[in-house]
Each structure stands twice: as C-alpha cells, then as structure tokens.
C-alpha cells in the first residue's frame, strides 16, 4: 500500500467551500484504491492564519507543506485583510510558492546554441514531384572550434567557471560524433582549466524538465537540439517570455581573458511574434528587457549595468505592492500589462543606478 501526505490549504472565502468538494474527490479515491492511500491534513494558511497566528504561512503550515507529497489549496485573500493591511494573505502565497519551488530554485543555465550551421543550413530539397525532401546536418571542424570557444569564454566569464554540458545524438549521427570529439578536444587543448561532460539530446531533453540542476553550467549543442532544448528550459521559470537570448558573432569578452574583445550581436527574447496575444497588451517584456541587459554585457562590456538591470526585473517581478502578486503579466498568472512592468523596471532601475 502506498501513502501519501496530502496538506490541505483550504485558505478564505471561497476557498474551504470548493476545496471540500476536491476533497471528497480524493477520500473516494482513497478509499476505492487497493494500493494507494491518501491522508489528508489540513492546515492554517492565509487571511484565517492572519487571524490565529498572525502570519499568512505560519512556519507549522510551512514545514507541513515541505513534508508532504502534494498540496491542495483553495484560495485566499478578501476585504477582511487588505489591500491597505500591513500583513496581507497574498504575502502568504508568494512566499510559499518561492519556498516550494523546489528544483527551479538554484537552477542557473545558458544555453549555448550554434545558429549558422547544421541542419537549418546545410543541402536541402523537395525532390521529384513532392515525394521526398531531405534535409542535411553538416557540421566542419572548424565551425565546432568556433562555438566551442564561445561557450569556453563565457564558462570562463563565470568565478569559478561553469561546467560545460555538451549535447549531441553521437550514438546515431556522423556529424555528431565529430562534435563531440572537436568538443573533447578543443577544450582539452585550449581550456584544460574547464570541465567538459557530454549527454545526449533525448537524455538532456528529459533531465531539463525532471533535475535541471544537472545541467547547470553552459550548455552547449548544434543548431536544432538549441532550437528545442532553449525553448524548453523556459518551462522552468515559468514563461517563454521571461528569457533573453543573444546572437553573437564571436567570443565574447572575458575577465579573465582581457584579450578577448567584446563582440557584436543580436539580441532577442527567446519567443516569437506571438499572434495569440498580439495587440492586448499583455506581453512579457522581460525577455526583451534582459536581452538589453545580454547586450549591454557582451557587447558593450557594461557588466555593472547589465546585472543592475537584472537585479531590477527581478525586483519588479517580486513587487507586492502591485495587487500582491508583483508586477507580473498574465503569462505568469499576474495582471500587469506590458508597460505597467516597464515601468515598475525603470522605477527600481533608477534607484539601482
Ligand atoms: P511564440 O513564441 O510566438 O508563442 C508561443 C506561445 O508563447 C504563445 O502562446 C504566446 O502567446 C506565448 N508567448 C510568447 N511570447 C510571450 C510573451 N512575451 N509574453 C506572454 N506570452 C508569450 O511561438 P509560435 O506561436 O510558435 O510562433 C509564432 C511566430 O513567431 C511564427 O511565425 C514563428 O516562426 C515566429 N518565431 C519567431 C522567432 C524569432 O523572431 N526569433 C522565434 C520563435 C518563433
Ligand atoms: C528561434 C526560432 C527560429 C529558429 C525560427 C523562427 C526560424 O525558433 O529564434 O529560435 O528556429 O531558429
Ligand atoms: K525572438
């Protein structure tokens, strides 16, 4: 028989009303099952713990959360507690979903992606009247050197330098195996001070959304397995439209090689145009915003600047003053619209600098 500890924050208004009704839900499926068993243990959270014990999340309810296999929660907040209260309920529910987000806390990756080679470059065609196309991964020597010493230079950017993850499907692809083998030994030759592991894509594609930690560090691959593994890292914080990404023309600038000069790029949030949602309002700004911040790195060697921008966002994002939720848009399930953010992040920006 397997058990598992379900906390129950039922939470205000509403909230115990519905949440009584999941339970039932869930002590039927308790009691059918032959081999699994669910307790449920409820706890204080919320306006109600303002009202009992003075704290939104009290650290009983914390601990409880922390221990258990799952939480089910209702809802909370009402007139009763704010919006002008010093101790408000939604203080409550942001501190729980930080203290709970488990694996994404201390998750650090970037994703170094090669973008003029391979698949989307290499020979392609539609062939006789449509009923073959083929399209070809090529890779040379030389255009694994190239992206192997960005990656190098930007693990090296890094006190101490990050790990470099390699990702290829050598256990298939030709060219893969030459990208593992320029890998192993351009670092081996030119950055012995680096650590270097190799993975293949459906592994790493896999360990992104299960133990991300895993891979923290650079991570390095051809053009169409960045393609899919960027994207994909963005389920991690949360939203595509939270991530920045930067085009480079070569190495960028490095502490710790003064000789390296600040390269040229392109700088964009990691999505695309999205149509669903075009002309609302509502879009994400913040992975444009931190692109700024890429480009005032890379290119423009403006390392102080760039981290007060992001030390800004991630404020914006935190700010309670905003509803309670902090500043954010409804991709992360916030009310803001894309310039009240922008405006949150100039507001905080101008204090940082
Ligand atoms: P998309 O990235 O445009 O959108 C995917 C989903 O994410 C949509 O539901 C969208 O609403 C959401 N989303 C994206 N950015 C967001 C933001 N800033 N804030 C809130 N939500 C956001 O991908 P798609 O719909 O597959 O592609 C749409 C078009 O964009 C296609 O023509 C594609 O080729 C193009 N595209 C361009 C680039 C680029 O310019 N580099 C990158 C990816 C896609
Ligand atoms: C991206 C996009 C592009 C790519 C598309 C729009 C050609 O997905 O910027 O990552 O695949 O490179
Ligand atoms: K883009």
Request: contains cysteine; hydrophobic residues 40%; negative net charge.
């Amino acid at each position: 028989l397997k058990q598992y500890r379900i906390v129950v924050l039922p939470g205000d208004g509403i909230g115990p009303s519905v949440v009584a009704q999941a339970i039932r839900v869930l002590e039927l499926i308790s009691e059918t099952s032959s081999t699994t068993k669910l307790i449920l243990e409820p706890h204080d959270f919320g306006g109600c713990a303002i009202d009992k014990h003075g704290d939104p999340l009290p650290p009983s309810t914390l601990k409880a959360c922390q221990e258990a296999d799952a939480i089910l929660m209702g809802s909370v907040g009402g007139p009763k507690w704010g919006p002008e209260a010093k101790v408000r309920p939604e203080q409550g529910l942001l501190r729980i979903r930080k203290e709970l987000a488990g694996d994404c806390q201390g998750v650090d990756m970037i994703v170094i992606r090669e973008l003029i080679g391979g698949l989307y470059f290499g020979p392609r065609q539609e062939q006789g009247d449509g009923d073959t196309a083929y399209d070809t991964m090529v890779y040379s020597v030389s255009e694994v050197q190239r992206i192997t010493r960005v990656a190098a230079q930007i693990a090296l950017a890094a006190n101490p330098p990050l790990a470099i993850h390699s990702i290829d499907k050598a256990n298939v692809l030709a060219s893969s195996r030459l990208w593992r083998k320029v890998v192993t030994e351009t670092l081996k030759n030119e950055y012995p001070q680096l650590t270097v592991d190799h993975y293949l894509v459906d592994t790493a594609a896999m360990l992104i959304v299960s133990n991300p930690k895993k891979l923290n560090g650079v991570i390095l691959t051809e053009n169409m397995f960045g393609d899919i593994l960027s994207d994909e890292t963005s389920v991690i914080p949360g939203s595509l439209g939270l991530l920045p990404s930067a085009s480079l023309a070569g190495a960028p600038a490095s502490p710790a090689d003064p000789s390296f000069k600040p390269t040229t790029g392109i700088y964009e949030p990691i999505h695309g145009s999205a149509p669903d949602i075009a002309g609302k309002g509502i879009a994400n700004p913040v992975g444009t915003i931190l692109s700024a911040a890429m480009l005032l790195r890379y290119s423009l060697g403006l390392e102080k600047e760039a981290q007060a921008v992001e030390a800004a966002v991630s404020k914006s994002l935190d700010d309670e003053s905003i509803g309670g939720y902090g500043a954010r848009t409804a991709d992360l399930g916030g009310k803001a619209t894309t310039v009240e953010l922008g405006d949150r992040v100039i507001e905080t920006l101008k204090q940082l600098l």
